[in-house]
RNA sequence: GGGGGAGUAGCUCAAUCGGUUAGAGUCCCAGACUGUCGAUCUGGUUGUUGCGGGUUCGAGUCCCGUCUCUCCCGCCA
């Protein structure tokens, strides 16, 4: 018999009864009877019940096992009489009866509760990782990750690609995030850079020949951590075409990422072809390049209609080069006088003048900015932004990047509260013709907008001949639900052994020192900042 | 780097307007129990209310400082 099981813990049925087994696996849940105990035993395949007899002498050690205990239990498969059968189990037909107990493991109390839904303190769960991992929530989450790579992995090999690792120690680029810096002991003074992306390299295999390229892609990015960002490192699906137009590409990854949805998401989403979303079109009717379609709201740009009309502070504020944005309420007009009143504030906070608004009720339109418009003014409005009786109709006006950011948060915030928003599903959509570069707000100075190393449209001529700002690049992003899907996603509960917001690892005590010898062969001196003064 | 929120038993949380000995569940410890499956029942331990200072007859509660966590902004080609 095998040392440490015949079967897993998942697998025993009915068929099974009158063999002989051995499982191994971890005590999951314990019920004493005093003269009768049940464990449910579990490990990656499932839980299985032991029980144990009083006559054994092993009985009073199993009664003060502690859960999480490690054991490996033979004895005999038996059917449950029908009134002890478990239904909720798959494995509830049947029980084993230990007649050979082995304490592989003892455990001590835990810090964490591995049988609780309840997420404990996230330092705790992250110093003790290998606990965390084993509740089953976070557990069936990395075996999908697992399952969604491979799955990616088989369709990209389908559609011709083939997976190449690039190098993890390359070159500082000067361009994007801030890097991580690893020095070197052979060249004093000089360090490599951890990639932020495999970008170069995978040009270069084109450029050398192998034609299609993708890789499950490790980045590495020194900058600092959000709810829904990972500091540090994180993986990305990658991939490059040779001699392939854009639809070529969205092709491929439509394929692939429908396809993944199908088989893993339990959502519906839209099938391709997704939609295809100009940046400037995506900004103008969203204010983000991220925009979440599940929210059938649209801005509109009115600015026109306000430049010469009676509303003052509207037509200086053009004047002076700010845009106005129509912002739909669908359903608004229902809405009590506290929740305008509340968008108002809201849209103060984030830096807004004012939040102007008119409102189709009762066959009228209400609201402070009648009277500076003609009822064919309004008319207009209510055409050209899909509004119409019992909706509202919101107004920002400031330079397009407040606009922007501000109808963006007030979108989704319209979207949630007006119910309009699509629940349990996802939106996929390409944003495209991102520009070439951009100004800084700041120093006005002109750098690359997003990636420096995309083909400009119409090519180098369009460099030479086109104003800066004008240039378009093929450049394209896919997005989902409003997040950027090339990048990561809700990190801790997919990841394996993830860091904390200030990009530590509290299981293996990363960053940490290293010696002075360590120092010394890699010629670096701390030059630290002076220490805070402790408590 | 800037702003908001939070911090009470190992864990999840409660504690009225500032009021007397800070509670409950769980975990842990001891005991009872032969068919449970989140076993049940009885009893018990567990606290610098993050830390420091202040106001007050009296502070978990109010004020100031500080630390930690968290969310947002900056940053993220």
Not at 7 to 17: S, T, V
Not at 27 to 54: A, E, M, N, S
Not at 396 to 410: F, S, T
Not at 420 to 433: G, S
Request: proline share 7%; with cysteine; net charge negative.
């Amino acid at each position: 018999m095998h040392p440490f099981r015949t079967h897993n813990c998942g697998e025993l049925r009915k068929d099974h009864a009158g063999s002989r087994v051995r499982l191994s696996g971890w005590v999951f849940r314990k019920r004493d009877h005093g003269h009768l105990l049940f464990f449910d035993v579990r490990d990656h395949y499932g839980l299985t019940q032991i029980v144990l007899q009083p006559d054994r002498d092993f009985f009073e050690d199993g009664r003060r096992l502690r859960m999480e205990s490690v054991i490996t239990v033979t004895g005999q498969l038996v059917l449950r009489s029908p009134d002890t059968v478990n239904p909720e189990m798959p494995t509830g037909e049947v029980e084993l009866v230990a007649e050979e107990l082995i304490f592989e493991s003892v455990s001590e109390p835990l810090p964490l509760a591995v049988d609780s839904d309840v997420d404990g303190p996230e330092d705790t769960r992250l110093r003790y990782r290998y606990l965390d991992l084993r509740r089953s929530r976070l557990h069936s989450n990395i075996v999908l990750r697992s399952k969604v790579i491979a799955s990616i992995r088989r369709r990209m090999t389908e559609h011709g690609f083939m997976e190449f690792q690039t190098p993890i120690l390359t070159s500082s680029s000067p361009e994007g995030a801030r890097d991580y810096l690893v020095p070197s002991r052979i060249h004093p003074g000089m360090f490599y850079a951890l990639p932020q992306a495999p970008q170069q390299f995978k040009q270069l295999l084109m450029v050398a020949g192998f034609d299609r390229y993708f890789q499950i892609a490790p980045c590495f990015r020194d900058e600092d951590a959000r709810a829904d960002r990972s500091p540090g490192e994180f993986y990305q699906l990658d991939l490059e075409m040779s001699f392939a137009t854009q639809d070529d590409v969205f092709a491929v990854v439509e394929d692939v990422f429908s396809g993944v949805f199908s088989k893993f998401a339990r959502q519906p989403f839209n099938r391709p072809p997704f939609p295809r979303l100009p940046y400037a079109l995506s900004m103008e009717r969203y204010g983000t390049d991220k925009p979440d379609l599940r929210v059938p709201i649209e801005m509109r740009n009115v600015t026109e209609q306000f430049r010469n009309s009676g509303f003052k502070i509207f037509s200086a504020a053009i004047d002076g080069g700010a845009v106005v944005r129509a912002l739909p309420g669908p359903g608004a007009a229902a809405q009590p006088r506290s929740f305008f009143d509340k968008l108002v504030a809201h849209a103060q906070d984030l830096g807004s003048k004012g939040l102007a608004y008119l409102v189709w009720a009762n066959g009228n339109v209400k609201g402070p900015l009648t009277k500076f418009l003609s009822v064919d003014q309004i008319a207009g409005l209510s055409q050209q932004c899909g509004v119409g009786e019992g909706d509202a109709l919101f107004f920002l006006c400031d330079r397009a990047e407040d606009v922007n950011r501000i109808g963006a948060d007030l979108r989704l915030r319209l979207g949630q509260s007006l119910g309009v928003m699509e629940q349990d599903a996802y939106r996929f959509c390409w944003i495209v013709d991102f520009p070439m570069f951009e100004k800084d707000p700041e120093t006005g100075a002109i750098g690359f907008s997003h990636n420096p190393f995309s083909m400009p449209q119409g090519g180098l001529q369009a460099l030479q001949e086109q104003a800066p700002m004008d240039v378009l690049a093929y450049q394209y992003d896919i997005v989902c639900n409003g997040l950027l899907l090339a990048g990561e996603k809700n990190i801790r509960e997919v990841i394996t052994f993830p860091m904390n917001q200030k990009a530590q690892d509290l299981m293996m005590g990363a960053p940490c020192e290293v010696s002075q010898q360590q120092l010394r062969e890699l010629h670096i001196k701390p030059d630290l900042p002076p220490a805070k003064p402790t408590a």
